[in-house]
């Protein structure tokens, strides 16, 4: 083996695209994805077995420093295990770059059967976990929860403190308040969490039914309140369940029903009616369901089957809608709603919860919607409604039913609603597909053709439960799409196993993350945000510290490793051959040849961000390869006059190519006279936030494209 290691370093030694770091060696193409390292996340002792690398077990920090995982095994400092037999265990990376883990499992009760009836689970974190909620039968650590009975908890992940949520302040809690697992909602940093209980578990509640709650980090308060701010004597629900979405992340905003009616409630204020008729029509609403809400919670959608809004723009097409309801200073009398869909075409079949609404923009004004004809659609504030997969026309796929990000499902969207990744299936064909669409370029991709993708990683089978409330991280809101492959998607990538994979949307690359030739399948689990941290399982072994063939779990992540753990096993590369090619790219996106013409200028930022550029370029052809130097690590922007802006994000200094593309007017124009001629305006934008900018003139050239 170390024979093997010498001669691998030594051929990556000569190849100027491979990259040697000190805890795993990873190839990167030229003018593909950041240089990464792999991290063994998992540690040594692992109690002589597998972690557990099934559904939706592994759940990443937001910002990447921490992973949870489970196991069967009871090691290190774990109390023991939880929900038939589980123990969740949370890893931290330390300021030293070394990751240590430890149990948070609590303690359970000795006579507890740990079965679904009364188990313990860790059920969902807060976003950077430190708190987690956990489900369990009357835990003895404390003495204020029901006795006898489940009971919610909220644990410090560090310290492993553990504070009741299920706390009544009025009538004792009955055997069936708690006695199947479900969210209702929670704050990003688990302070606040939504509870329905059957029990008055406040004085003020209404008697004999359900009442919506929120527990506040420690207070307890009744969310059902009507918009006078009474108690309805029907009570209150929060719907749907199992979902982190109908609370916004600040715990400030909840959702909840009453009456078949859909209620936004206000910390500090009155509740909304958000199903409000604001047309001629002043009936309640009818078959309201919630479908999403943006993470401030002033903006809320649903569905429902009645017209909320008439007159010529209204809703005038019978079925299901989707609406838009906005906050305001006075929801009585202002106008609230805006009708998204307008043919009544809106998924409301199985009726529910992420039928219609696939995902929006985090300020609620850019909205991917799932019409039951099949089609996905979206629509822009100002704009309007257009279909963007109009699906009977891509060889018959259909789009499954997407849910929306908060919950296990296929489809995400990107802060700013550029981006939606999604999985497609064909009709009577198993394999999953990736696609990746490009708002701004109307541009599909599929990311993972001609192979399946997955989001979930299936190398163990123990029959995990998914976890409430959550799903990978796998699009990053720069464009970024990771995914698993069991296809070679790229030439490195030999093995014929599930594999790692990274595509950037404005670069349109595709790199292999694992290493592509090992027997041993690898699979994504879960990703940081930013996508710098990039979370799989795998059996193979990766850092010289990992000396068994149980399943692990690693962190591939951005940056130059510390001088800790020298690597065993990395993908080799050659040059452009990590690189892929990905069917969905236009045919009149090919690249033309590429000359230089004058001096190279630089751009500010010795010490920063820093560029140097040629002072002009000629195409031939509508397209080209830029090359750029860059001074440091950091994301560099381009746009012009007929220029398709976009944008790469690099994780060192070094030489990027950019894919300059003309848009569809300048495309025309250089067809009619046979040269266009543009400035490529630069800015790169460094980690310690100096900033550099570059200039170039750019000639595209209608001559025949030569050296293709």
């Given at each position: 083996?170390?024979?093997?290691?010498?001669?691998?370093?030594?051929?990556?030694?000569?190849?100027?695209?491979?990259?040697?770091?000190?805890?795993?060696?990873?190839?990167?193409?030229?003018?593909?994805?950041?240089?990464?390292?792999?991290?063994?996340?998992?540690?040594?002792?692992?109690?002589?077995?597998?972690?557990?690398?099934?559904?939706?077990?592994?759940?990443?920090?937001?910002?990447?420093?921490?992973?949870?995982?489970?196991?069967?095994?009871?090691?290190?400092?774990?109390?023991?295990?939880?929900?038939?037999?589980?123990?969740?265990?949370?890893?931290?990376?330390?300021?030293?770059?070394?990751?240590?883990?430890?149990?948070?499992?609590?303690?359970?009760?000795?006579?507890?059967?740990?079965?679904?009836?009364?188990?313990?689970?860790?059920?969902?974190?807060?976003?950077?976990?430190?708190?987690?909620?956990?489900?369990?039968?009357?835990?003895?650590?404390?003495?204020?929860?029901?006795?006898?009975?489940?009971?919610?908890?909220?644990?410090?992940?560090?310290?492993?403190?553990?504070?009741?949520?299920?706390?009544?302040?009025?009538?004792?809690?009955?055997?069936?308040?708690?006695?199947?697992?479900?969210?209702?909602?929670?704050?990003?940093?688990?302070?606040?969490?939504?509870?329905?209980?059957?029990?008055?578990?406040?004085?003020?509640?209404?008697?004999?039914?359900?009442?919506?709650?929120?527990?506040?980090?420690?207070?307890?308060?009744?969310?059902?309140?009507?918009?006078?701010?009474?108690?309805?004597?029907?009570?209150?629900?929060?719907?749907?369940?199992?979902?982190?979405?109908?609370?916004?992340?600040?715990?400030?905003?909840?959702?909840?029903?009453?009456?078949?009616?859909?209620?936004?409630?206000?910390?500090?204020?009155?509740?909304?009616?958000?199903?409000?008729?604001?047309?001629?029509?002043?009936?309640?609403?009818?078959?309201?369901?919630?479908?999403?809400?943006?993470?401030?919670?002033?903006?809320?959608?649903?569905?429902?089957?009645?017209?909320?809004?008439?007159?010529?723009?209204?809703?005038?097409?019978?079925?299901?809608?989707?609406?838009?309801?906005?906050?305001?200073?006075?929801?009585?009398?202002?106008?609230?709603?805006?009708?998204?869909?307008?043919?009544?075409?809106?998924?409301?079949?199985?009726?529910?919860?992420?039928?219609?609404?696939?995902?929006?923009?985090?300020?609620?004004?850019r909205v991917y919607v799932h019409d039951s004809g099949g089609r996905l659609d979206v629509w822009e504030e100002g704009s309007g409604i257009r279909t963007v997969d109009p699906t009977v026309t891509r060889g018959g796929e259909l789009p499954k039913h997407l849910s929306l990000t908060a919950t296990p499902g296929n489809a995400r969207v990107s802060a700013d609603g550029e981006w939606l990744a999604y999985i497609t299936q064909r009709p009577f064909d198993p394999i999953d597909r990736m696609y990746l669409y490009s708002l701004r370029d109307d541009r599909f991709t599929c990311v993972s053709c001609p192979s399946d993708a997955s989001l979930i990683p299936t190398l163990t089978n123990s029959g995990?439960?998914?976890?409430?409330?959550?799903?990978?991280?796998?699009?990053?809101?720069?464009?970024?799409?990771?995914?698993?492959?069991?296809?070679?998607?790229?030439?490195?990538?030999?093995?014929?196993?599930?594999?790692?994979?990274?595509?950037?949307?404005?670069?349109?690359?595709?790199?292999?993350?694992?290493?592509?030739?090992?027997?041993?399948?690898?699979?994504?689990?879960?990703?940081?945000?930013?996508?710098?941290?990039?979370?799989?399982?795998?059996?193979?072994?990766?850092?010289?510290?990992?000396?068994?063939?149980?399943?692990?779990?690693?962190?591939?992540?951005?940056?130059?490793?510390?001088?800790?753990?020298?690597?065993?096993?990395?993908?080799?590369?050659?040059?452009?051959?990590?690189?892929?090619?990905?069917?969905?790219?236009?045919?009149?996106?090919?690249?033309?040849?590429?000359?230089?013409?004058?001096?190279?200028?630089?751009?500010?930022g010795a010490r920063g961000a820093g560029l140097t550029v040629r002072r002009s370029v000629a195409f031939q052809g509508a397209a080209g390869l830029l090359g750029v130097k860059l001074k440091s690590a950091g994301r560099l922007r381009w746009s012009g006059r007929g220029l398709i802006a976009d944008s790469v994000k690099r994780g060192s200094a070094g030489r990027v190519r950019l894919?300059?593309?003309?848009?569809?007017?300048?495309?025309?124009?250089?067809?009619?006279?046979?040269?266009?001629?543009?400035?490529?305006?630069?800015?790169?934008?460094?980690?310690?936030?100096?900033?550099?900018?570059?200039?170039?003139?750019?000639?595209?050239?209608?001559?025949?494209?030569?050296?293709?």
């Amino acid at each position: 083996m170390l024979r093997g290691e010498t001669a691998f370093r030594l051929r990556c030694l000569a190849v100027a695209s491979c990259v040697v770091v000190a805890c795993g060696v990873l190839g990167v193409s030229a003018g593909a994805a950041e240089v990464r390292h792999y991290e063994r996340v998992s540690p040594a002792d692992k109690g002589s077995g597998d972690i557990i690398g099934e559904g939706l077990a592994i759940v990443a920090a937001k910002s990447g420093d921490g992973a949870t995982f489970e196991s069967r095994l009871v090691f290190g400092d774990a109390l023991g295990s939880g929900n038939v037999g589980r123990t969740t265990y949370l890893a931290r990376r330390g300021a030293d770059g070394q990751w240590s883990t430890h149990g948070i499992t609590p303690r359970s009760r000795p006579d507890a059967i740990q079965v679904l009836t009364s188990g313990t689970k860790v059920e969902v974190f807060s976003d950077d976990l430190s708190r987690a909620l956990v489900w369990a039968y009357d835990l003895p650590a404390l003495t204020d929860d029901a006795p006898d009975l489940n009971n919610f908890y909220i644990e410090d992940t560090a310290t492993g403190a553990l504070r009741t949520i299920s706390h009544s302040q009025a009538d004792p809690l009955t055997l069936i308040d708690f006695f199947n697992r479900t969210l209702w909602g929670a704050s990003a940093d688990l302070k606040h969490v939504g509870v329905v209980s059957a029990t008055r578990m406040l004085s003020e509640a209404a008697p004999g039914v359900e009442n919506a709650y929120k527990w506040d980090d420690g207070a307890l308060s009744l969310v059902g309140l009507l918009p006078d701010d009474t108690v309805p004597s029907g009570g209150s629900t929060i719907a749907p369940v199992d979902t982190r979405a109908t609370m916004s992340a600040d715990g400030s905003r909840s959702i909840f029903l009453s009456g078949g009616q859909l209620y936004l409630h206000v910390d500090g204020g009155r509740s909304m009616l958000v199903s409000q008729p604001e047309g001629s029509d002043t009936n309640p609403a009818s078959n309201v369901h919630f479908e999403g809400m943006t993470p401030d919670g002033k903006t809320v959608f649903f569905v429902t089957d009645s017209p909320l809004l008439t007159g010529p723009d209204g809703d005038n097409a019978s079925g299901p809608d989707l609406y838009r309801f906005t906050e305001t200073a006075d929801p009585a009398g202002d106008s609230n709603l805006t009708l998204i869909t307008t043919s009544g075409g809106a998924l409301n079949d199985p009726p529910g919860y992420g039928a219609a609404l696939v995902g929006m923009s985090d300020d609620g004004r850019r909205v991917y919607v799932h019409d039951s004809g099949g089609r996905l659609d979206v629509w822009e504030e100002g704009s309007g409604i257009r279909t963007v997969d109009p699906t009977v026309t891509r060889g018959g796929e259909l789009p499954k039913h997407l849910s929306l990000t908060a919950t296990p499902g296929n489809a995400r969207v990107s802060a700013d609603g550029e981006w939606l990744a999604y999985i497609t299936q064909r009709p009577f064909d198993p394999i999953d597909r990736m696609y990746l669409y490009s708002l701004r370029d109307d541009r599909f991709t599929c990311v993972s053709c001609p192979s399946d993708a997955s989001l979930i990683p299936t190398l163990t089978n123990s029959g995990r439960l998914d976890y409430d409330g959550f799903r990978p991280r796998f699009l990053s809101n720069d464009g970024t799409v990771f995914f698993s492959a069991t296809a070679d998607l790229v030439p490195q990538d030999s093995n014929g196993v599930a594999d790692v994979y990274e595509y950037d949307g404005p670069s349109r690359t595709l790199t292999l993350l694992t290493s592509g030739k090992s027997r041993q399948p690898s699979m994504f689990a879960d990703a940081s945000a930013s996508g710098d941290d990039v979370f799989f399982v795998t059996r193979q072994q990766l850092v010289a510290s990992d000396t068994d063939d149980y399943v692990d779990l690693y962190d591939v992540r951005v940056g130059a490793a510390p001088p800790s753990q020298p690597s065993l096993v990395a993908p080799p590369c050659d040059g452009d051959a990590c690189q892929g090619t990905l069917s969905g790219a236009p045919a009149d996106d090919s690249l033309g040849s590429l000359s230089f013409e004058g001096d190279e200028t630089s751009g500010p930022g010795a010490r920063g961000a820093g560029l140097t550029v040629r002072r002009s370029v000629a195409f031939q052809g509508a397209a080209g390869l830029l090359g750029v130097k860059l001074k440091s690590a950091g994301r560099l922007r381009w746009s012009g006059r007929g220029l398709i802006a976009d944008s790469v994000k690099r994780g060192s200094a070094g030489r990027v190519r950019l894919h300059l593309r003309l848009n569809h007017r300048a495309r025309a124009g250089l067809r009619r006279s046979g040269r266009y001629v543009t400035t490529v305006h630069l800015r790169m934008f460094a980690p310690d936030g100096t900033k550099a900018t570059g200039a170039v003139r750019v000639i595209f050239s209608a001559a025949a494209r030569k050296g293709r």
